[in-house]
């Protein structure tokens, strides 16, 4: 049971590391700006989910307290 414990975060993790890797693209709207924004982060070398709000932090202008953020596999933006 205590193993159980100590590698069933792993693999949680691998697995969420794994979807993450499928998702390339993150879509935010930004209230700052009044704008939606997307990014394409295919070649970024983030990775993870907490990769993708550094990524925001890092190489974006945004602000995390002013956005809201989604990660996602499609570019295409359905407007209907």
């Known amino acids: 049971m205590k193993r159980l414990k100590r590698v069933l975060p ?11 890797k499928e998702m390339k693209y993150i879509t935010v709207l930004d209230y700052e700006s009044g704008r939606v924004h997307q990014y394409d982060m295919k070649n ?8 993708a709000e550094r990524f925001l932090v890092e190489e974006t ?3 995390l307290g002013n956005i ?5 596999k499609n570019p295409q933006v359905i407007t209907n």
């Open 61 to 63: 202008p945004h602000r």
């Open 44 to 51: 970024s070398g983030y990775v993870r989910n907490k990769d």
């Open 10 to 20: 792993l693999i949680q993790e691998k697995k969420q590391t794994k979807r993450i």
């Open 68 to 72: 809201e953020w989604m990660i996602h």
